[in-house]
């Protein structure tokens, strides 16, 4: 039987903790990726490749910035009261 009626969106505090659970994850990719391309790196420091892989890491290390930023934002968020905000 289908489904007529969709399910009502999840609340403010369940998707901010989705949001941030998620903020995590990405975080926890970049600095896998980052310890990756810093092993590649330290074992061929010369080949051309390396000069990539510093690129990556300086780009990823820049990626990781935002996401402890977006995730502090996230936080902050949360913990405010549910007021209506003005637009000036």
């Known amino acids: 039987m289908r489904k007529i009626v969709p399910d009502p969106p999840a609340t403010s505090l369940e ?9 995590v994850q990405a975080s926890e ?3 896998c990726a980052i310890s990756i391309a810093s ?3 330290m074992l061929n420091p010369v080949s051309h490749s390396s000069k990539i892989m510093r690129a ?3 780009e990823m290390a820049a ?6 930023e977006a995730t502090m934002h ?4 949360e913990q405010l009261p ?7």
């Open 15 to 23: 998707s901010s903790v989705a949001l941030q659970d998620t903020l």
């Open 29 to 31: 990719h970049v600095i």
């Open 39 to 41: 092993q590649s790196v």
């Open 56 to 58: 990556v890491i300086h």
């Open 63 to 68: 990626v990781r910035a935002h996401l402890e």
């Open 74 to 77: 996230a936080q902050m968020c």
């Open 82 to 88: 549910d007021e209506p905000r003005t637009l000036h």
